[in-house]
C-alpha cells in the first residue's frame, strides 16, 4: 500500500461517494429529555462501522448539511430530507430512523421499553432496506446500540464482517448513565460544559473509551501533556480512534521526554496507518532515542511520501548532518530553502554542513507534526481496492 501521497487530498473529493453518513434518531418518545438518545445511536452505529473499515462521514460534516440545509438537528426529517442531506454530502449511504421509550407501570425508568428502528438508504440506487429493530429495556441502551451497529455492518459489507460473537465481545456494554454524559458532553455549548460531561462519563464507567479520547485530546490542545497522556493510553484498541489516539500519545510522550514510549506509539500507527505524518514524527522519537539509523529511515519514507513538504527535508538532512554525512546533509538543507527561502534554520544548518562543523546534538532541532489524516487515508485506500 502506497503511502500518503500530496495528490491524496484532490482525490478524496471524488471519494465522497462511496461513504455513508448516519444520521441522529428520531425522538418518537413523550419526553423531549431523551433527545439525546437518538444522537447516541447515531454516533454508536458510525463508530462501529468506522472500526470495521467503513467509510463514515464524522458528526462535524453531518451538523454542516444540517446548517445548509436549515434544519434542527435532531428534528424529525421527512423522506425527501434525508435524501437531500445524502445527496448535499456526497453520500452513497444514509442510516436514519427512530426510537421510542414507553414507561412501564410500577416499574423505575430505566427499566422502561426501548424500541428502535432503522433504515438504509441507497442513494445511488434510491433504494431503502427494511426496517432494522432493536428492542429491550432503557438501561441496556448501549447493548442495544452495539447489536444495531452489527446490524447496519451486516447490510453493508456483509463479506468482510466481524462475526456477531467477536464484534459484541470488542464492545462490552456501557452504563447509560456514563452514555448519557459522555452524548450530553457532545453537545454541549463550551469547552467547559463538555470537560465536565466527560469526565463524568469516564468516572462513572472506566472503560468507557470514547470520552477518555475526547479529555485526551483537549488537554493535548492545552498542551497539558502529561493529562493527556493518561487519557489516550485508556483509548481501546476497538475504538475507531484508537490510532489517532496513539498518534497524540507519541506526541505527548516525545513532549515530556518519553522518547521510547513514543517510538512505540508512532510505531504502532505506522503499521496501521502508514502516514507521512507519522513516519516524521516516528523519525524525530528515533533520532532523541538514538537509534539514528532507524530515524534516517522514517524520515526517508516521510519524505517518500511528499517531496513537497520542506520539513521532511529538513529533518533527513537534519538527521543526516547528525550523523556526520555532511554532503548529504547539505543536499537535503539545499531543498528545505528550495522550498522555503526563508528558513533561517536550514540556512544556519547548511553553512554548518558546508563547512563540516560537528553537530552539536543537545539542540534537538527536529521538527514534528501535528496533523492528522486517516480519514483521508482511508478514502484512498478504499478507492485503491476497488481498482
Not at 192 to 207: C, G, P, T
Request: glycine residues 4%; neutral net charge.
Amino acid at each position: 500500500m502506497p503511502r500518503f501521497l500530496p495528490v491524496l487530498l484532490l482525490v478524496c473529493a471524488s471519494l465522497r461517494a462511496q461513504t455513508a453518513v448516519v444520521l441522529p434518531f428520531f425522538n418518537h418518545s413523550d419526553s423531549t429529555n431523551l433527545d439525546w438518545i437518538g444522537e447516541s445511536i447515531s454516533e454508536s452505529v458510525r463508530d462501529s462501522l468506522v472500526s470495521e473499515g467503513l467509510l463514515v462521514l464524522n458528526r462535524e460534516d453531518r451538523l454542516e448539511a444540517y446548517r445548509r440545509q436549515s434544519l434542527r438537528p435532531g428534528a424529525e426529517l421527512t423522506h425527501a430530507s434525508v435524501i437531500k442531506i445524502g445527496q448535499a454530502l456526497d453520500a452513497s449511504t444514509v442510516v436514519y430512523g427512530s426510537f421510542e421509550v414507553t414507561a412501564e407501570p410500577g416499574k423505575e425508568p430505566l427499566k422502561s421499553s426501548l424500541r428502535i428502528d432503522a433504515r438504509i438508504v441507497d442513494l445511488k440506487n434510491l433504494s431503502q432496506s427494511t426496517p432494522l429493530t432493536e428492542t429491550g429495556v432503557l438501561e441496556d441502551l448501549a447493548a442495544l446500540e452495539a447489536h444495531l451497529g452489527w446490524q447496519v455492518l451486516q447490510q453493508l459489507a456483509p463479506k468482510t464482517a466481524s462475526s456477531e460473537k467477536d464484534f459484541l465481545a470488542a464492545r462490552p456494554p456501557v452504563r447509560i448513565d456514563a452514555v448519557e454524559n459522555y452524548v450530553r458532553g457532545l453537545l454541549a455549548a463550551n469547552p467547559e460544559q463538555r470537560r465536565r460531561f466527560f469526565m463524568q462519563a469516564a468516572r462513572l464507567d472506566e472503560h468507557y473509551s470514547q470520552p477518555c479520547f475526547q479529555l485526551g485530546k483537549a488537554a493535548w490542545e492545552q498542551k497539558d501533556y502529561k493529562s493527556a497522556a493518561s487519557w489516550l493510553q485508556r483509548v481501546a484498541r476497538s475504538d475507531p480512534r484508537y490510532f489517532e489516539a496513539q498518534f497524540y500519545l507519541g506526541l505527548c510522550r516525545y513532549h515530556q521526554g518519553d522518547f521510547a514510549g513514543a517510538t512505540q506509539s508512532f510505531q504502532t500507527v505506522a503499521a496501521a496507518v502508514p502516514l507521512n505524518e507519522v513516519y516524521n514524527n516516528l523519525g524525530a522519537a528515533q533520532a532523541r532515542a538514538g537509534q539514528s539509523a532507524a530515524a534516517l529511515t522514517s524520515f526517508q519514507k516521510a519524505l517518500e511520501g511528499d517531496d513537497s513538504d520542506p520539513d521532511y527535508h529538513f529533518n533527513l538532512g537534519y538527521a543526516l548532518y547528525l550523523d556526520g554525512k555532511y554532503d548529504q546533509a547539505v543536499s537535503s538543507f539545499r531543498a528545505v530553502l528550495a522550498r522555503n527561502q526563508t528558513d533561517t534554520e536550514a540556512t544556519t544548518l547548511l553553512g554548518r554542513a558546508l563547512k563540516k562543523e560537528p553537530a552539536v546534538r543537545a539542540e534537538a532541532r527536529e521538527r514534528l507534526k501535528t496533523n492528522y489524516e486517516e480519514t483521508a487515508y482511508r478514502e484512498l485506500q478504499a478507492e485503491l481496492k476497488k481498482k
